[in-house]
């Protein structure tokens, strides 16, 4: 579940910036620069991932915790959004 949750968020921004990087490691004059930008893509993409499996456990210690507190963070999340909505509306953002 947490990879699909991962998958979902970052897909718009994986498709532009790997056809980009594509285009570059396919353009450079030596090899050796796109296999440079590539790995630092790779590095990038996997690092949240290995962090998120070392950390998860935690995290739902920590979640068990707060869950009470859910349902002020849901209001107070809705309450912004709202407001930025407004501020966006009438140009005042």
Known sequence: ML???????????VGP???????????TESISKGIILLTFYSLGL???FILTAMAISKFTLLFNKI???L???????????????????????
């Open 3 to 13: 990879g699909m949750a991962f998958s979902a968020g970052w897909t718009p921004c």
């Open 17 to 27: 910036i790997l056809a980009t990087i594509l285009v570059l490691a396919s353009t």
């Open 46 to 48: 996997g690092i949240p």
């Open 67 to 69: 869950k009470k507190y």
């Open 71 to 93: 349902w002020a963070v849901t209001l107070i999340s809705g309450i912004f959004l709202i407001i930025v909505g407004v501020l966006l509306l009438i140009n005042r953002f």
